[in-house]
């Protein structure tokens, strides 16, 4: 996985990009949560769920229907995400972690398309090291990682942020 920080990012350089207007701070914040937890798969370990298994690490959780079923669910208990844009910005926000994933160089790949295929997808390319876990992580591999992360994610997703806040600017000078 990269590192959790580094899922929260993509959806807060989505939520930057719309402007507050469309995704509240609020939504942004959910939306950040939701791309972190899919690792949280990983109690399944403790469980004796094998990494490879349906519900293992990386598995259903790490799917875009699952990240669906979340948002709807989230959607019935709170206001702030019943509008469609809440709903396929949250979907958009945990789908986006299994998509990370599957950039990654290490470990199986995500089983993006449960509940009908449960195969292990990585992407073509797979710039992103994967992230050591635990105190592994303040090591020369852990900055390998961060490197990797801030080039291939961190910095798309600021120019990302950046390229609609420039475009709402636009928008709005030119209304003026
Ligand atoms: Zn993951």
Redesign the pocket.
Known sequence: ?PTIFTHAVVPLAVAAAAGGARISPKLAAAGAVFAIL??ADVAGFALGIEYADEWGH?GAT?SIAFAGICAGGLALVWREARSLTAFLFLTFAMAS?GLL?TLTSGGLGAALWWPWDNTRIFAPYTPIRVSPIGLNFFSARGLATLMSELKWVWLPCLAFALAGWGVRRAIRTHAA
């Open positions: 996985m899919p690792d990386r790490h972690h994933d």
